[in-house]
């Protein structure tokens, strides 16, 4: 029979390599730094986005966001995928990216002949006319046209 201080020490030293595992594993779980401490710092972290090809983007003249700001809409592939995003901006000042990231309010749509048309909601229709302007359809009610930008 093993001696009572052996079995101890025997329990403690697995707790201690139970804990050190547990506590690596819940440093994995947690994200790699905050934006605020990058943006005081020098490192250089690369994120990994779901990001895109930016196919064309329109600008809708119409309308404002409840901030005051313009309103305009990406196209963006990715692989053989095709979503819609809309994107707000102040005065002139419209960065578009290459490579936009694709949000959560994008919504996809799929090429249906001479149209797009949203997977989710197929009463939405956008369309390309002649002058190369977005026309946005709700069923068949257009509801806004759309300048392209790009």
Known sequence: MMPVYKVLRLVVAVLLVSAVFSCSSEDKKKPA???????????????????GHLVGAWHDEAIK???????????????????IQAITFKGKELTLNDAPPITA????????????????????????????NLLIYDGETLVAI?????
Do not use: F
């Not at 949203?118 to 190369?132: A, M, R, W």
């Not at 759309?146 to 790009?150: G, P, T």
């Open 33 to 51: 730094a905050d934006s605020t401490a990058l943006a005081k710092s020098n490192t250089v972290v690369t994120m990994h986005a779901d990001t």
């Open 65 to 83: 966001s409840d901030k005051g700001e313009e309103i305009a809409y990406e196209v963006i592939s990715k692989g053989h995928k095709v979503y």
């Open 105 to 132: 309010s994008a919504s996809e749509i799929r090429k249906d002949g001479d149209k797009y048309v949203g997977v989710n909601s197929p009463t939405e229709v956008y369309k390309i006319d002649k002058s190369g």
């Open 146 to 150: 759309c300048k392209r930008i790009l």
